[in-house]
């Protein structure tokens, strides 16, 4: 059997769906399953254990291109089972369009309850569980479901050594500076969407910490896109000033390169500090060390959105009782600014153990 899975949006969202391509595996052993994913996502899946086929599908096309895009893909393919996850609705369309026999995935929009013959209603902002086994619940209808239901599943994505891509960026941190053989600690201040952040100055006084308890010892790379250009600001402001940190810290924007090669430099590292964001996701599935900083709010909330891996995984909220589900509530709230209550010697609790293995 064929199994088509749409998961066309962000790159967290999609390490959260792999299992689902593992659980199909272990239900069908000779399925055949693939992705319809965004491009920014396609190194993720290079090489996969569980999915054996990727297309690449662009979002933002016209909508004439994008059915064009779709009709192709399952021209290709032709699944027996279609999942939409989430992204693009179009192959939903398509789908119907093709008479898939089995199109399951989540009921969420109205469109959804018209295309998808054996969808799953889910409450998934009561956090009843976490996002991961949301996302396997929509095999449900498969025979011997019930083996797969409660099995702990951790994302993968191989990625291999690659020496040149080390080799150059140790070269151009020779370059800035830098001592290219110190130990990395990855700090990575961005995120996009609604989601409650630590401030970035707050991460930049968290470096300066480091350096104090640690002289000279690591490379504080401070990993964004283009798009986190907001979150740098706070950051560089608050460590301008601090001597000898010139000599420590690095900006590494990791689209200039593209994924792939991030990644390689990411998987080296000795530790990663981010927010509830992909790049948080990539650190923990590529087994590195993560100390993850999480909004309280219910939706927002580790319990949902919590990194996988092997590697060792710390999970910091802010030590308030949140009651929304949701959003913010914004001033009305007596803990308002909440994510200003976690101090950095919080953190420090929890990375310094692992800074001094």
């Known amino acids: 059997m064929k199994y088509l899975i749409n998961r066309s949006d962000a790159i967290g969202d999609n390490i959260l769906t792999m299992p689902m391509a593992e659980a199909i595996k272990e239900l069908d052993p000779s399925a055949e399953v693939a992705v319809i994913t965004s491009f920014i996502c396609k190194d993720i899946y290079k090489d996969h254990p569980f999915i054996d086929k990727v297309f690449l599908f662009e979002k933002k096309d016209t909508y004439l291109r994008k059915i064009k895009k779709c009709f192709s893909i399952f021209k290709e393919f032709r699944p027996d089972f279609y999942y939409y996850v989430g992204g693009s609705q179009t192959p939903n369309f398509v789908a119907w369009l093709k008479g898939i026999p089995l199109r399951g995935g989540i009921l969420s929009k109205w469109t959804t309850f018209l295309v998808l013959n054996s969808g799953t209603r889910q409450k998934r902002s ?27 599943y951790i994302p993968k994505i191989n990625i291999k050594d690659n020496p040149p891509n080390i080799r150059e960026f140790k070269s151009e941190l020779s370059a800035h500076g830098l001592d290219p053989e110190r130990e990395l600690v990855f700090i990575h201040p961005g995120m ?141 709230c007596p803990y308002f600014e909440c994510m200003s209550k976690i101090e950095v010697d919080d953190i420090l609790k929890k990375i310094r153990p692992i800074l001094e293995k």
């Open 126 to 152: 009561q956090v009843a569980q976490h996002e991961i086994f949301y996302n396997v619940d929509l095999l449900r209808h498969l025979d011997g479901f019930e083996k797969v239901d409660d099995k702990t």
């Open 192 to 332: 996009t969407g609604h989601t409650l952040n630590w401030t970035s100055r707050n991460y930049g006084r968290l470096i300066k910490r480091l350096e104090l308890l640690y002289p000279k010892k690591f490379n504080y790379i401070i990993s964004h896109t283009p798009s986190d250009a907001p979150y740098l600001i706070g950051i560089k402001d608050e460590i301008k000033d601090t001597e000898g940190l010139q000599s420590s810290v690095f900006l590494f924007n990791g689209a200039k390169k593209g994924l792939a090669h991030y990644l390689t430099i990411l998987k080296t590292a000795k530790l990663f500090v981010g927010p509830s964001t992909g790049t948080t996701h990539l650190a923990a599935t590529l087994n590195v060390p993560v100390l993850g900083i999480y909004s309280p709010i219910k939706a927002q909330s580790a319990l949902r959105w919590a990194p996988r891996g092997e590697g060792q995984i710390e999970i910091v909220t802010p030590d308030v009782v949140c009651g929304e589900s949701l959003k913010c509530a914004g001033d009305t």
